[in-house]
């Protein structure tokens, strides 16, 4: 059924739509168009999701948890990976082309991931919940064509 999400996080799986939104049986709020992505899948789908939206312009919000709030604007996607080497758990997000002017954001022992699937859109997400409850949206947008393209 197109517009619905079906979070299958919990053991039974419930979700309602309103209004553009989807709420789950715990109550929380999932933008529609977000798919879960599974733990045996998520570095494949951030590896698509990066390779997809590489040099897009990305915001980057970290509801904050232990490591306090965090904020990228409009800094080029470098790329988005699991690290899980020496026993780590973390979701590595890159951003900035430049040596003065990159970024990279951890995320520790991430719990859920979802990602946006606009099919060809001007704004796609990726959203990472970490144990401990914090929440980090990654927006990447494309960029608008140069004036001087083609010239």
């Known amino acids: ?15 309602k739509s309103v209004k553009g939104l989807s709420l789950t049986k715990e109550g929380r709020r999932i933008e529609m168009g977000m798919q879960e992505i599974q733990r045996n899948e998520l570095r494949s789908a951030l590896d698509q999701f990066s390779r997809t939206h590489q040099g897009w312009l990305t915001n980057l919000e970290d509801s904050g948890g232990t490591q306090g709030r965090a904020e990228i604007r409009d800094l080029p996607l470098v790329g988005i990976s699991v690290d899980d080497r020496d026993g780590e758990n973390q979701v590595v997000v890159m951003v900035g082309d430049r040596p003065d002017d990159h970024l ?27 144990e401990g409850g914090n929440r980090v949206m990654v927006r990447c947008r494309a960029k608008a064509a140069s004036k001087d393209a083609g010239r």
Do not use: C, F, N, W
């Open 1 to 15: 059924m197109p517009g619905l999400l079906v979070d299958s996080s919990g053991d039974d799986a419930y979700t």
């Open 104 to 130: 990279t954001h951890i995320v520790s022992k991430p719990t859920r991931a979802r990602i946006t699937d606009s099919s060809g859109g001007q704004e796609d997400t990726v959203e990472i919940e970490a």
